[in-house]
Nanobody
Framework: QVQLVQSGGGLVQAGSSLRLACAAS?????MGWFRQVPGKEREFVGA????????RYAESVKGRFTISRDNGKNTVYLQMNSLKPEDTANYYC???????????????????WGRGTQVTVSS
């Protein structure tokens, strides 16, 4: 069982930047980020392939958020720029245990999850 340990998050003003990190205890394939606000379903934010060469992003964050990974550290990062109040959510790191031909944005395709970290963007 792979453990995902998240760090980062907090309270920032609109327009600011924030970086989240997620360290995996073992080998993973695609790694990504989802977010959730109370009363709503968890939604896909973005993900990166194991090689770090392929990416997928939700339309709502394209051009503002960037995902990267360091396989030497088993860590994936989410750099969030130009944050908006609507980005406020609990952010979850996710990782797959098998390789996929295309990066998935579906919750059930990810096998390991972090505990979540709150990001709050004030207006």
């Amino acid at each position: 069982q792979v453990q995902l340990v998240q760090s980062g998050g907090g309270l920032v003003q609109a327009g600011s930047s924030l970086r989240l990190a997620c360290a995996a205890s073992g080998r993973t394939f695609d790694m990504g980020w989802f977010r959730q606000v109370p009363g709503k379903e968890r939604e896909f934010v973005g993900a990166v392939s194991r090689s770090g060469g392929s990416f997928r992003y939700a339309e709502s964050v394209k051009g503002r958020f960037t995902i990267s990974r360091d396989n030497g550290k088993n860590t994936v990062y989410l750099q969030m720029n130009s944050l908006k109040p609507e980005d406020t959510a609990n952010y979850y790191c996710a990782a797959g245990s098998t390789g996929r031909r295309m990066i998935s944005g579906t919750l059930s395709d990810y096998d390991f999850w972090g505990r979540g970290t709150q990001v709050t963007v004030s207006s």
